[in-house]
């Protein structure tokens, strides 16, 4: 009886081991619909877009807007906003609510620097419900931004109230509750949300600032939290390039992205932000954002006068594609409205050629496969020449794939494609083309038995 009990309790610890071997982070719910999105737009609009003059960070952050009367956007049109980043691919949008300047673009019953403020619709204007219905009616998921960090109108830098003594403290309390207000209105008002941004974070009471993440939790229960001191669900991807490096894993070390711990997370020109951590504890993929004007040395994410140029080329967005969505993390697109109120129309020719052309390349598989083996295989109809390869996991049971090969059969054998080990929500390999009559998968490492969602093999004219 005792080498019974032994043998069962040697038993017991080894299945222990290997559940232990085997767990990975899962998404939440939020976090699998924000994968899925792929492709976001960020819609920057705000007092300064109307003075007629190129942004000027550093200036607009620390002075105030003259006259709030400019704001007068005679065409706004929410709906061309919307169908011009559907028309790209986008699949959720991103309202800047409240940035630089503290004006709210929408009906603040705490916040007196707000639409209620300005002629413009003889102050009844709400752009923020404006943009909600728009998303709703075009089959876009919405979010909403919110900027507390910098505030010009009321003097706040880097959250903070400038001066000492009680002065200082009685104008923090005030902003504090004035921003939790603002939230509440925000996470309240116009339905479910997909994603609430605070950027550049939002410090928590701990640091002397709003207390904002239980008031986002009460109202929106699915939704995708970026970010504070306490809670982040995806991660900044280290830069404003659209891009981020191979591999970006999904899972993270920290339950924050990059609001606190600064000397971990920044060294190293942001490596951990970049790449992950395969064995990181929470699920937080990495985002890649870049403004839609960002080409040729430009980086606007406000509309400026006379700046067409610097829309990025066709051919450029479709390498951040390949390097962001392509490499396990999302594209947000910074997205300009003019003082008309209206996307400009070389914008919106930009973003309909680009959803064109991603169309066009990965819309007509030669052959697709899926499975839960470590080894898969298409046969393709003949032998033919194939340039690119798409796998993607089942992320909604966490990243399980640790190491993997893609080979492709020619008339001299097997030949090795690829060697990799990130594929979470989408990997897309892109290469020289190579003539094979089947193409293999072999999965050499992974956490538990692997889910491959999708397998897939594309012959695309450049």
Not at 177 to 186: A, I, N, Q, S, T
Not at 205 to 221: F, M, N, T, V
Request: glycine residues 8%.
């Amino acid at each position: 009886m005792t080498l019974i009990k032994s043998t069962l309790f040697l038993l017991f610890l080894s299945i222990q081991v290997l559940v232990a071997q085997t767990e990975v982070p899962i998404p939440t719910q939020a976090q699998l619909e924000w994968q899925d999105a792929e492709l976001v737009a960020v819609f920057h609009y705000d007092l300064h877009v109307f003075d007629n003059k190129q942004y000027n960070q550093k200036i607009n952050r620390i002075t105030p807007v003259e006259d709030i009367n400019i704001f007068n956007p005679e065409q706004l049109d929410t709906d061309q906003w919307i169908k011009s980043v559907k028309d790209a691919g986008c699949n959720l949008a991103i309202l800047t609510a409240t940035h630089e300047t503290g004006f709210a673009l929408y009906q603040s019953d705490v916040n007196p620097y707000c639409l209620k403020a300005v002629k413009w619709k003889d102050g009844k204007g709400d752009i923020v419900k404006d943009f909600v219905e728009s998303c709703r009616k075009y089959g876009v998921k919405p979010g909403i931004y919110i900027g507390i960090r910098w505030n010009s109108f009321y003097g706040i830098h880097d959250f903070k109230v400038q001066g000492t003594g009680s002065f200082a403290e009685n104008r923090q309390k005030h902003y504090n509750r004035m921003c939790e207000g603002m939230v509440d209105e925000l996470m309240s008002r116009y339905g479910d949300l997909a994603m609430v941004w605070f950027d550049g974070g939002a410090h928590g009471p701990e640091q002397g600032g709003a207390d904002i993440l239980p008031i986002a939790e009460k109202h929106q229960k699915n939704i995708i939290f970026y970010h504070n001191t306490q809670r982040a669900d995806i991660r900044w991807g280290g830069s404003e390039s659209g891009k981020v490096p191979y591999p970006s894993w999904g899972t993270y070390p920290f339950p924050y992205s990059h609001s606190t711990n600064q000397k971990v997370i920044f060294k190293n020109n942001f490596e951990l932000l970049k790449t992950g951590d395969p064995d990181g504890k929470y699920y937080m993929p990495a985002m890649s954002d870049a403004p839609l004007r960002g080409y040729n040395g430009r980086h606007e994410w406000f509309w400026e006068p006379n700046d067409e140029e610097h829309i990025f080329p066709l051919e450029h967005l479709m390498e951040m594609y390949y390097n962001s969505v392509g490499h396990n993390s999302s594209l947000i697109l910074g997205i300009t409205p003019d003082p008309n109120g209206l996307i400009p129309e070389p914008d919106v020719e930009r973003l309909k050629e680009f959803g064109d052309e991603i169309n066009r390349k990965f819309s007509n598989p030669v052959g697709t496969t899926s499975g839960n083996k470590s080894k898969l295989s298409i046969k393709l109809p003949k032998t033919q020449n194939i340039n690119q390869i798409v796998l993607a996991e089942n992320i909604a049971n966490g990243e399980r794939v640790r190491a993997f090969i893609l080979e492709g059969k020619t008339k001299d054998g097997w030949q090795t494609i690829f060697e990799g080990s990130c594929i979470g929500h989408k990997f897309i390999h892109k290469f020289d083309g190579m003539n094979v009559s089947q193409v293999r998968l072999k999965i050499t490492e992974s956490k538990g038995n692997p889910e491959i969602k999708s397998f897939e093999v594309f012959s695309t004219e450049n």
